[in-house]
Every structure is written in structure tokens, then in C-alpha cells.
């Protein structure tokens, strides 16, 4: 729908005067009402990277979810401010894994004689706290367009890899794109005494799998692809590694945000596709694309819209921004020092990555 147009004004004057002072960062599955605002747009890696890159900015107003703006906060300098525009907006992946249950099951690891073996590796939807037990145990972050990248260096690290908290993403990449088998993969589920696991099960594993996942990737099914099949012959089914194992087999071509919009910018006219991610990205995209003759679909109308990243509309972007323009500082995600400290470690092994 289209933007209010007296929000749509008092958003711009507010960033004009703020000017300088400001660096609006948008994911891609943000709104179309907020993303005309951003100054850039990415998937999370694209934008932890460039979080960093404008530091005259006082202020960083992330629009997207509450992990992000923790990452820029952490890769960010200590005379930036990081402001997320409704506190709300969190991850309920993210929340899948609290750092007590990520304690908790290093002490079954340990319990178990493999902890010494384990590197682990955590997605970036995850809190700064996960991510600070990753830096200190030795361990990387990843996105999902370089899950494969992180992998590869932690298994030069360690022998085995504790995924967290996707178990489709870790999943997906260690049996799509390094070869192993799906019973090289467990998974861990902090619900249950040990994980659910035995210690013979732990020292089999080369991948522990925490049990969380996406509510929005999850839902697409091996059905919603086999149906489009049928509904749109010739249809190139392009899903996120965030989409359960069969659905990611089951598909033409698997990537992050990024590679799903480089991948539809390098496509044909003529050329069909489904699309597997969040919808306010696949609707974009499809408007885009629709005067190149390139017919995009959203591949289960099922599923909808995250409605955390919803949570940031264009009500909040101008409350925020005129806030901030009246000298307001509103919203601050603020990470403490020790466990930024650690989960920068972590965050600089990802990005040192090759
Ligand atoms: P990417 O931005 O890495 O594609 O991740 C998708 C996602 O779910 C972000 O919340
Ligand atoms: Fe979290 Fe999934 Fe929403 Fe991304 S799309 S913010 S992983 S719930």
C-alpha cells in the first residue's frame, strides 16, 4: 500500500535536517515504506559490514531486527549510537537460543569428553550474548552467504562444529554444500536433559545442531514447491538456506538475500520463478523485475511476512527520526562491554574470513 504521505514528508524532513548526523541501514525484508528511506540496504552480513562504514554518523538507525542492531552497535565505534526503531522488533529465532541453554549444553559436551573437540559456529540471528560465547570458545559467526566459508575454517579448527541456533542453515550447508551426510548431523534440543542426545551420539556427530529455526522459512514445505511445479511449468524454484532440508533439495538454486536478488537481476526476460523468503522482499522484487518480462512468484501464500522486521512501519521511522532530530535520543541498543568485547572477536573472525 502506499506510504501516508504527510509521514512520508515529516520522515524526510527530519533526515534532512538531521543530515550527516544520521545513517538509515534497511534489511532486505523491511517494508517498501521504510527501505525509501534507507542509505543502504542488504542482508545481514552486507550490512554488519557496512554498519561501520559512515563513522561521522552520530546515529545508526537500523531497520531491521533487534540482533542487527546489536551487531552494528558491537562493530560499530563507542561515539555511535545504534537506534532500533521499535524495541520490539526481535527474532524469535534468535530467541530459540538463551545464553544459560548455551551453557548448559557445553557442560553436556564437556560431560561428554568432546567439548575440546568443538568449534562452534553461530548464525548471526543470534543474541550478543550467544555471540560472546562463541568468541570465547574459539569459535566464528556466519550469515547465510557465508555459512560454507565458516564452516571450512572451523573444521580446519576442530572436528566437530556446534551449529547455532538453525539447524536448517547448518544442516543445509554441511550436507548441500560440504559433502557430508545427513547422519554426520544431530541435533541438540535445549528442551530436553543432555540435548536429547547420548554421549555416543555426540562423539559420532561431526554436526550438533541446535533445534532452532526460522518462523517464516520453516513454513514453506515440500509440497508448496512441488505445486508450483505444476502450476507454472518451466518455474526455477530459488529458496533461503533458512527452509527445511527438503524444501532446499528440492529447489533449483539456494542463497542468501543478497544472491537471491543477483541472481533475479542476472535472469532472462521470459524466465519464471518462485521464490522461498520473506514476502515484503519477493513482492519487491517482483514489481521490479515485472517490466524485464521476468515473472516472480512468492512460493507458498500460505506463509506471510515476518512480522517482527513488520514491527518497523513508517509510524516509527518519523517518531524516531524526529526524536533524534530534536535531540532525543530514543531506542539505543546498547551491548555492555565485556560481552562485546567477545562477541567482536567473533563477529571479526566472520569477517576476516576469506
Ligand atoms: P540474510 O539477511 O542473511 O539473508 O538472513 C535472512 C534473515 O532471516 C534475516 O533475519
Ligand atoms: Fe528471524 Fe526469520 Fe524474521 Fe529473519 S525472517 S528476523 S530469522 S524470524
Request: proline share 4%; aromatic share 6%.
Amino acid at each position: 500500500s502506499p506510504s501516508d504521505p504527510d509521514l512520508v514528508e515529516r520522515a524526510r524532513a527530519a533526515k534532512e535536517k538531521l543530515g550527516d548526523k544520521v545513517f538509515v541501514l534497511g534489511h532486505h525484508y523491511q517494508r517498501d515504506e521504510v527501505i525509501q528511506f534507507a542509505d543502504v540496504t542488504g542482508d545481514s552480513f552486507k550490512l554488519a559490514r557496512d554498519a561501520a562504514a559512515k563513522p561521522e554518523a552520530e546515529y545508526i538507525v537500523f531497520c531491521g531486527v533487534h540482533f542487527m542492531a546489536e551487531s552494528a552497535d558491537i562493530l560499530t565505534g563507542d561515539d555511535q549510537k545504534v537506534v532500533l526503531p521499535d524495541l520490539a522488533a526481535g527474532c524469535s529465532m534468535a530467541d530459540m537460543a538463551t545464553a544459560e541453554q548455551v551453557a548448559e549444553c557445553w557442560d553436556v559436551l564437556t560431560e561428554a569428553g568432546v567439548a575440546e573437540q568443538v568449534v562452534p559456529v553461530s548464525y548471526m540471528n543470534s543474541s550478543a550474548d550467544i555471540k560472546a560465547f562463541t568468541g570465547k570458545h574459539g569459535g566464528t559467526i556466519c550469515t547465510s552467504s557465508n555459512a560454507k566459508k565458516a564452516l571450512d575454517w572451523a573444521f580446519e579448527q576442530g572436528e566437530k562444529v556446534l551449529f547455532l541456533p538453525d539447524q536448517h542453515l547448518g544442516r543445509n550447508t554441511a550436507v548441500r554444500d560440504m559433502g557430508m551426510s545427513l547422519d554426520d548431523c544431530v541435533v541438540y534440543n535445549p528442551h530436553k536433559p543432555n540435548g536429547g542426545l547420548t554421549a555416543e551420539e555426540l562423539r559420532a556427530a561431526k554436526m550438533i545442531l541446535w533445534r532452532g529455526h526460522c518462523s517464516v522459512h520453516g513454513r514453506f514445505s515440500l509440497d508448496s514447491v512441488n505445486d508450483v511445479r505444476e502450476r507454472i511449468p518451466g518455474v526455477n524454484v530459488l529458496v533461503h538456506p533458512e527452509c527445511k532440508h527438503e524444501v532446499v533439495a528440492a529447489a533449483d538454486y539456494v542463497g542468501s538475500t543478497e544472491y537471491i536478488i543477483k541472481t533475479l537481476e542476472a535472469a532472462p526476460a521470459g524466465s519464471k520463478w518462485a521464490i522461498g523468503t520473506e514476502l515484503n522482499l519477493v513482492r519487491r522484487l517482483a514489481n521490479r523485475f515485472a517490466d524485464e518480462g521476468k515473472e516472480i512468484v512468492f512460493l507458498d501464500k500460505t506463509v506471510c511476512f515476518c512480522s517482527t522486521m513488520n514491527r518497523i512501519d513508517l509510524p516509527h521511522l518519523v517518531w524516531t527520526l524526529e526524536s533524534l532530530a530534536e535531540g532525543n535520543l530514543v531506542n539505543q541498543i546498547s551491548v555492555d562491554r565485556e560481552t562485546e568485547s567477545f562477541a567482536k572477536l567473533a563477529l571479526e573472525r566472520m569477517l576476516a574470513l576469506p
